[in-house]
């Protein structure tokens, strides 16, 4: 086993690191999704919450039994949180990802690299673990940060604490990384053909759409993300994941990337 | 130490290398000559194992390019340098540097103390620690140049070294590979400039698609245009056009105001005897001298040629 990929992760991160545009585009998803959107819910939830109102919400809310209307209103929408957190692993590597290669393409340095011995194998897994591992890490630390501020609220303004469901578990640990490693491999597929960050935008676009679909169709209460479903979603992108890196080590070969990527 | 056999590249039905058979020996300056598109960073590709052929093979340092266990043995023994300089523009000098270094499985300390010698060694030590994203062309070409050297290749290939270049960092990047060649290393130079082939070279090819010759320059100037020599006299007489035009060495006879310019055979032997001649037919001689084409006409003689078919 060759230990170049961690060569190539190395620098990869080392240039993410110098990018402003990708740094602070990185930096806007945790303040969006643990720190604007779960204040907006706290301090939007009106204190004249009815039983009436989460009535409406029809049965999603039968699980929040022995919480005022308020308290289980609250509960819901943190919970129903979740998509997020997978819209975070899904769309932050496009990003890495897709200025690798663009870049890569844009400064030459394709060539020199391919003509070292390195494996292509060793490059695409350093590539993808460079895209892969820093939005997996930004998004566990955005869950704590998350937790901790709505809890910090709730127990003292509230008196009551939210534990997440168990399905954030393995939304966190196994889906999260799944949807990353499917975003990296699709944004260098797709930035093989295209010479810019479009590719990581036109990627990301794919993966917003159904997530986002997620989340609305749970907070209109057509479904609820349980942890079956959770689970099955993963087995459906472990599958997915398979195909992709088996096309994308196919096209991720020294003679395809020097002729075909123009 | 580099040995082609009806070597051959397409891209779709686009024929870019063909038939190609090329013998460059351990140690020599070997230029590859030819107009843009003829195929010589595909033929550099191939070598240095960055793309496959499609056709035919070759080996280099009796290693075969079309074996994938042989290709990685290939790309360790070889160092290119390719025709774009790319570096990663926001790292430094040293990083992008050890990048390689460290991908060519260059011990750290010996790829660190080589990155400060040749850093020295060039007049670069200085933007050791700058991002490479505000350096110059010809800055650029000298880290190429260390880049393709941090793991002590054997052999070498240059694609076009000089081109884009300000005259002084060309002639830089020239003395670069004359010290390279007295280190042993063998040479494989692209380039589309013949003064520096003909300065640089032990030998050279002359490509478009396919090999139009292979040879010394010298060899390669005789060739086109066999050696010719101009001998100016006090007066031009008949008498003396009809002796020369006799003689069995002198292949041609044109006359050019007081002289004349013979196509002689074998100068080093018969130009004498051709002067004899001239003198017995009553012949003045002013001045007699060798015409050499320069490798441009021969090369436009040859290029043009075949484009023409
Ligand atoms: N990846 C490719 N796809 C299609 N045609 C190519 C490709 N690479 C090179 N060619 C063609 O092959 C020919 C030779 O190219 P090249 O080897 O770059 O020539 P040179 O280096 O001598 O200028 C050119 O006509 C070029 O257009
Ligand atoms: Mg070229």
Not at chain 2, 89 to 108: G, H, I, P, S
Request: hydrophobic share 45%; net charge neutral.
């Amino acid at each position: 086993m060759s230990t170049d990929f961690l060569i190539v992760m190395r620098k990869d991160l080392d240039e993410v690191m110098r990018n402003r545009y990708i740094v602070s585009s990185m930096a806007t998803f945790p303040v969006l999704f643990s720190i604007v959107i779960p204040l907006l819910y706290l301090f939007t939830v009106p204190a004249n919450v009815t039983e009436a109102d989460v009535a409406a919400l029809g049965n999603v809310l039968h699980g929040y039994a022995g919480m005022t209307p308020r308290q289980a209103m609250i509960a819901f929408l943190v919970q129903s949180n979740l998509p997020f957190y997978l819209l975070m692993p899904g769309v932050m590597p496009t990003l890495i990802a897709a200025y690798s290669i663009a870049g890569e393409k844009k400064n030459g340095t394709l060539e020199p690299m391919l003509a070292t011995p390195v494996k292509t194998s060793d490059i695409l897994l350093g590539k993808t673990l460079a895209a892969v591992v820093p939005s997996v890490l930004i998004t566990w630390i955005s869950f704590i940060v998350y937790m901790a501020l709505i809890n910090t609220v709730t127990s003292r303004s509230f008196g009551f604490s939210i534990v997440p469901d168990p399905q954030w578990a393995v939304a966190l640990a196994i889906t999260g990384p799944l949807i990353a490693i499917l975003s990296v491999y699709a944004s260098i597929m797709v930035s093989a053909r295209m010479s810019d960050v479009r590719a990581a935008q036109q990627v990301s676009a794919a993966l917003v759409v159904p997530i986002m679909g997620l989340f609305v169709l749970q907070l209109f209460g057509m479904i609820t993300l349980s942890l079956d479903i959770i689970v099955a979603i993963s087995a459906a992108l472990f599958v997915l994941d398979i195909v992709l890196i088996r096309i994308g080590t196919l096209l991720f070969r020294r003679d395809e990337i020097l002729t075909t990527w123009g | 130490m580099i040995e082609t056999q009806a070597l051959g590249r397409r891209f779709g039905n686009y024929t870019a290398v063909e038939g190609l058979d090329l013998s460059v020996k351990a140690g020599e300056v070997f230029g590859f000559l030819g107009p843009n598109g003829a195929g010589k960073t595909t033929t550099v590709r191939m070598l240095a194992c960055l793309i496959r052929p499609t056709a035919g093979t070759a080996r280099v340092d009796g290693l075969r390019v079309d074996d994938p266990g042989d290709a990685r043995r290939i790309r360790r023994t070889v160092g290119i340098l390719t025709e774009r300089s790319g570096f990663y523009d926001n790292l430094t000098a040293y990083k992008n540097l050890r990048f390689y270094a460290d991908l060519y499985r260059v011990d750290r300390r010996k790829a660190d103390a080589r990155i400060d010698d040749m850093l020295d060694a060039f007049g670069m030590s200085r933007w050791k620690a700058s991002a490479v994203g505000g350096f110059s062309k010809g800055m650029r070409q000298k880290l190429a140049l260390i880049r393709c050297l941090v793991h002590d290749p054997k052999v070498l290939f240059f694609d076009e070294p000089t081109a884009g270049l300000d005259p002084e960092s060309a002639r830089y990047v020239r003395d670069a590979i004359v010290r390279l060649k007295q280190d042993g290393r063998t040479i494989f130079l692209c380039t589309h400039n013949l003064d520096e082939a003909e300065r640089l070279c032990d030998r050279v090819a002359i490509v478009n698609r396919r090999l139009l010759y292979e040879g010394t320059p010298e060899r390669l100037r005789d060739a086109a245009y066999g050696r010719r020599i101009i001998v100016r006299l006090e007066r031009m007489m008949g008498q003396v056009h009809n002796a020369v035009s006799g003689l069995d060495a002198v292949a041609a006879v044109e006359e050019s105001g007081d002289g004349m310019i013979l196509e002689v055979r074998d100068p080093d032997r018969n130009c004498a005897d051709v002067v004899d001649a001239i003198v017995r037919a009553g012949g003045r001689i002013r001045s007699v001298g060798e015409l050499r084409h320069s490798l441009e006409d021969v090369y436009m003689k040859l290029v043009g040629d075949r484009c023409e078919h």
